[in-house]
């Protein structure tokens, strides 16, 4: 009997290891540290899609959602009440409730070295309601918190194994997502294993989920091609043609949340005192040199999309009304002759050390030259390139943003005066008057017509010049089915399963 | 002798002491303040750049932070990745072993190719198979290594689809895959070594094919191939394996590259990530465990030498 | 100077290895191209193209073009440049370090040498290419760092071989009689020690510039190298690897200028060797 017992035992084991359904998907790089409230990598977002659930999340069509909040609502414009889902569960068996809520948002609010800090400086404080409710009491009125909420700044904690952690949380992180926390190889691996008490099991159908970073982008592809991943979160237009191509594979591509753009010193230190930084004349002759298009064309297949403002074409919030220019070599020329300024000017750009990026860099240097620019280019690491311009040692800066789904998340800190990413130094009462009053609205119209009149100013100052808006383009295999893409470009696991 | 067995084991402590100045000397050319990269969005706030310089030593004087550190590191403990906050010694156990397999295929690789076209030259000396090995061998020298990756990747991965172009299995989980993926990576590191190997193993052969114990076994009647095999192989072997102790050295070396062209997580892409990222702690703890394998590699070559060499055991 | 000068001895060993000699003529040829770059190559190297993008070799572009529609054949032959100057400049800075350095230790002996060696060990243990890129990077990436990088990195290679070579010639008979002469230790250095170990260095001299080339090319590779829009082939191979499947002619074409550059400076090399040693034929 015992010994049938074992068979059976053995059987099954066998049965379910032929079931067991593993889900490899390829990072366009490696993740920094899995620590919700201290990593900052778009990458790292992608991994905590399936392993720490937040407050809320976004839909396709950026519309806010419950996740481990069932429901919000406004008591006043400055209380935001949170109602929490039941029996939820982190991996390690303890209960999420008001406390750990509490605690995760105050962890966000206040760890050494954190990077939620900026995205809940609206939130005074947190009170606990009941063991289910939640009070978000704000300094003031903040209608892009719910957004914050639906990302990294919402994620929620188990506490007492969080505090027992530490700052070693990020070595091995405890959530509530569907998927468990298993082992990281560094530049190889990140392995997740199916959350058994998920609270929306139902919907997940893998045991198991490895994400693999990949730098390079012909590997990836190759990969692809070969089976040895599932699905790629990135693939570069260029190689589009030959996913297409494959009848293997599936090719997602929809618009995405983020921006590249060129972001001119001002004020920030010595460096600022060049004559691009000095005269806005010369950076609306900068832009006029530009062919955004060709640019796109040239570089990505064609495949982004030109833009002159750093919100996002999917969004409710884009001004339709203000088109990306087209290429005016002769107002350029007329541009610089009112500023008086005698050509060549010279105009150092940094640019992360990334092979589409120097080729960006390098199509621009072509184009603007025939207006009299002779832009320099400075290829530096991603590390060192952000370092330099936080303490002013550039004069332009080819930097991308990957976006949010409210537009302050896409514009608040890169254009109001003294905010974290305006390295820069903008500064000007108009726009910073159009940001403030944004916070406050809730009103979709309302904004947008703020908005509007924020990139009046901002076309005239032109701080940061905007390019393209990049497109999200997902390669996965033809068995797997119910990918949903969303405009942040993460990839939700729920629903996602592999047919025959 | 012994006495000089001793003397080289005294050198290696200056010599791994002056490893690590130079080691925490990098870090005074890394531009910018590492505090302020850890202080991310607070790096405007004056109290958390000094709380984190005051938890780094930073505040501290040169001396006082370099005999903090080698402290530390004399207690196995090399700090923690700034960019994923792990341990370094963790993040070197775990990138250990792919760089050690990789190396010893390409090893054996370089034997199996480097000391049989050696012995064919210097059998064949000054005649055309001599050149063609030795063509060969330069050739192997003069290509760059992630060069003949690229190129291997273009014939055998991307038009013809025999291996996969990336990526790493360990032996342990699946040998079949293993092999397909470390053996052009193999073969491309183990190439250049080949070369080396192969001029070594070929004047050592000349060497020992003119003394005079090979010139009685000819002239007593032994066959060429047995005096070859018996007589001058093994002489010629020698200096070979001491050799092939220092080239395993070049090895880490080569490996950063190849490990970048072929996705490897080994120890040359966990460096220049680390480089890249600016995480310093990384870049200092790779260089030390290198340098310090590379000084005992070192070590066990001389032992070796005098192990096999009786000659030099008895002067 | 007579037919029986030691150089002229040389030379003529050495031109008696037509697979050297070649390898000079090699060297000339791409020295000559870098050189005359602007007649040599049918286009300007940074002249983009942007209907021409990415097109395999043809009669009008004999190795293709490349991401940005520019002439690959011309930016090859003003890739030379760059992998040219690089090698040679580097291999001065290693040779300027490294040459005196190990002149003064191997002259000097006792307390010196020992600190000297040592250290000269300490940079040796440090993986070559692993120093070069954290030199290159932290110093920040452009062509003169790179070439400082690989100049310090490579130093102690020279201050190897010259301290070598000035023992063996500070224990040669005439140098202890020009020390009892009463000659000052430096002019000793400089008179005899020095003409004595060129030999040596010029060897592993000629053999670090095609390690450099290559170095050059692996921190280009890297994007610590090289800034565009000027090409080096190092920088041409980085920018090729994105497009290995739908343009494999980028990856080649760079690839083998480097090949053949550092060939022929390894053969050079070798011959010098051979022809300053006659010993070991």
């Known amino acids: ?500 | 002798m012994k006495s000089n067995i001793a003397g080289r084991i005294a050198q290696i402590v200056p010599t791994m002491l002056l490893v690590s100045v130079l080691v925490f000397c990098l870090q005074q050319l890394m531009p910018g303040d590492p505090a302020l990269v850890l202080a991310g969005e607070e790096r405007g706030d004056p109290r958390v750049l000094a709380q984190i310089r005051a938890e780094l030593w930073l505040d501290q004087p040169l001396i006082a932070q370099y005999f903090h550190w080698i402290g530390r590191v004399l207690h196995g403990d090399l700090g923690f990745s700034w960019h994923i906050r792990q341990p370094v010694v963790a993040l070197v156990m775990q990138k250990l072993p792919v760089t050690l397999q990789l190396g010893g295929m390409a090893f054996v690789i370089a034997v199996l190719i480097g000391v049989p076209t050696g012995i064919v030259a210097a059998v064949y000396r000054n005649r055309f198979w001599d050149y063609v090995a030795n063509a060969v061998g330069l050739a192997g020298l003069s290509t760059p290594n992630f060069w003949l990756g690229i190129m291997m990747i273009l014939l055998f991965s991307v038009n013809l689809g025999w291996l996969p172009p990336s990526g790493f299995v360990p032996l342990s989980e699946d040998w079949h895959q293993s092999l397909a993926t470390t053996i052009m990576p193999a073969f491309v590191l183990g190439n250049a070594i080949a070369a080396v190997l192969m001029r070594h193993t070929r004047s050592a052969m000349l060497s020992a094919l003119d003394q005079d114990y090979i010139r009685t076994a000819r002239a007593k009647g032994l066959s060429n191939w047995h005096v070859l095999t018996r007589h001058a192989l093994r002489n010629a072997l020698m200096p070979v394996v001491t050799l092939g102790a220092l080239e395993l050295g070049a090895l880490l070396s080569g490996a950063v590259l190849t490990e970048q062209v072929f996705s490897i997580p080994g120890f040359g892409k966990m460096t220049v990530d680390a480089v890249f990222n600016r995480d310093f702690p990384v870049v200092q703890g790779v260089v030390l465990v290198t340098a310090f394998l590379f000084v005992m590699l070192n070590l066990a070559a001389d032992l070796l030498y005098v192990v096999i060499n009786p000659r030099l055991r008895r002067s | 100077m007579s037919a029986r000068h030691p150089a002229i001895l040389v030379a003529r060993r050495f031109l008696r290895r037509p697979i050297a000699v070649m390898g000079l003529a090699v060297i000339l040829l791409f020295v000559l191209g870098a050189i005359f770059a602007p007649l040599v190559a049918p286009y300007d190297p940074i002249a983009t193209s942007w209907s021409a993008i990415r097109k395999a070799p043809s009669m009008a572009h004999w190795m293709g073009t490349d991401e940005n529609g520019r002439d690959v054949f011309s930016r090859v032959i003003y890739g030379a440049r760059a992998s040219m100057l690089a090698g040679v400049i580097s291999v001065l800075i290693a040779g300027g370090i490294g040459v005196p350095v190990g002149v003064l230790a191997g002259f000097a002996g006792g307390w010196t040498d020992a600190l000297l060696s040592r250290l000269t060990d300490a940079i040796l243990a440090c993986p070559f290419l692993i120093l070069a890129i954290a030199l290159a990077a932290f110093l920040g990436p452009n062509l003169t760092n790179a070439m400082i990088a690989i100049g310090v990195s490579t130093a102690p290679r020279f201050m190897r071989v010259a301290r070598a070579a000035t023992l063996e010639v500070a224990a040669l008979d005439f140098i202890d009689a020009a020390r009892t002469v009463g000659t000052t230790p430096f002019k000793v250095a400089v008179r005899h020690i020095l003409p004595n170990i060129v030999p040596p260095v010029l060897v592993q001299g000629t053999l670090a510039i095609a390690a450099a080339i290559i170095a050059e090319a692996s921190l280009s590779f890297l994007g610590l190298g090289q800034q565009p829009p000027d090409p080096s082939w190092g920088s041409m191979l980085n920018a090729a690897h994105r497009f290995l499947s739908q343009a494999p002619w980028l990856a080649i074409f760079p690839g083998l200028a480097i090949f053949l550059c550092v060939l022929s400076f390894n053969l050079v090399g070798d011959g010098l060797r051979d022809a300053l040693d006659p010993r070991g034929q």
């Open chain 1, 1 to 500: 009997m015992r010994r049938f017992l074992l068979t059976t035992a053995a059987l099954l084991a066998v049965a379910t290891a032929a079931q067991a359904q593993t889900l490899r998907i390829a990072l366009r790089q490696d993740t920094d540290v899995l620590d919700p409230t201290l990593t900052r990598t778009y990458v790292g977002r992608i991994v905590f899609a399936g392993l720490c659930d937040k407050l809320f999340d976004i839909n396709d069509k950026l519309e806010i959602v419950p996740q481990l909040a069932t429901s919000y609502e406004w008591a006043d414009p400055k209380t935001l009440v949170l109602h929490l889902r039941q029996g939820v569960t982190f991996h390690n068996g303890e209960l999420l409730d008001a406390t750990a809520v509490k605690y995760s948002l105050e962890r966000h609010m206040t760890l050494q070295g954190s990077f939620r800090r900026a995205e809940l400086s609206s939130v005074d404080r947190v009170e606990i309601i009941d063991p289910m409710t939640v009070r978000l009491v704000l300094k003031a009125p903040s209608s892009p918190l719910l957004a914050q909420l639906s990302d990294r700044a919402g994620m929620i904690l188990p506490p007492k194994a969080t505090e027992a952690a530490g700052k070693d949380f990020g070595q091995r992180p405890i959530c509530s997502g569907p998927f468990m926390f298993s082992e990281r190889v560094a530049q190889d691996r990140i392995v997740l294993t199916r959350f058994p008490g998920y609270w929306d099991a139902a919907k997940i159908h893998f045991d198991k989920v490895i994400y693999q970073p990949m730098t390079d982008p012909a590997v990836t592809v190759a990969n692809l091609r070969t089976g040895s991943i599932d699905l790629a979160e990135y693939i570069l237009p260029t190689d589009v043609a030959t996913v297409k191509g494959d009848a293997k594979l599936r090719i997602v591509s929809s618009p995405g949340l983020g921006y590249l753009g060129i972001t001119f010193n001002l004020a920030n230190g010595e460096r600022a005192k060049s004559p691009i930084g000095q005269n806005a004349l010369l950076r609306q002759a900068f832009e006029a040199a530009i062919d955004r298009k060709a640019l796109i064309d040239v570089v990505f297949n064609g495949m982004f999309t030109p833009t002159a403002q750093g919100v996002s074409p999917a969004s409710p919030y884009y001004v339709p009304e203000l088109p990306p220019p087209g290429r005016d070599l002769a107002r350029a020329k007329a541009l610089i002759a009112q500023s008086g300024i005698k050509t060549p000017i010279t105009v150092t750009i940094n640019v992360p050390n990334q092979p589409d990026q120097a080729q960006l860099a390098e199509v621009m240097q072509a184009m603007v030259k025939e207006a009299g620019f002779d832009l320099k280019i400075n290829l530096i690491e991603f590390a060192s390139s952000l370092t330099a311009a936080a303490q002013g040692n550039f004069e332009a800066y080819q930097i991308g943003w990957s976006g949010r789904s409210d537009p302050d998340g896409n514009l608040y800190a890169f254009m109001h005066t003294g905010a974290g990413q305006n390295d820069g130094h903008y500064s000007n009462p108009a726009v910073d008057e159009a940001l403030d009053q944004a916070r406050q609205t809730s009103d979709i119209a309302e904004r947008r017509a703020l908005y509007a009149q924020l990139w009046q100013q901002e076309r005239k100052d032109l701080p940061l010049l905007y390019l393209y808006a990049p497109v999200n383009i997902v390669g996965h295999s033809a068995k797997l089915t119910g990918f949903r893409p969303v405009p942040d470009g993460l990839i939700r696991l729920q629903g996602l399963e592999m047919g025959k």
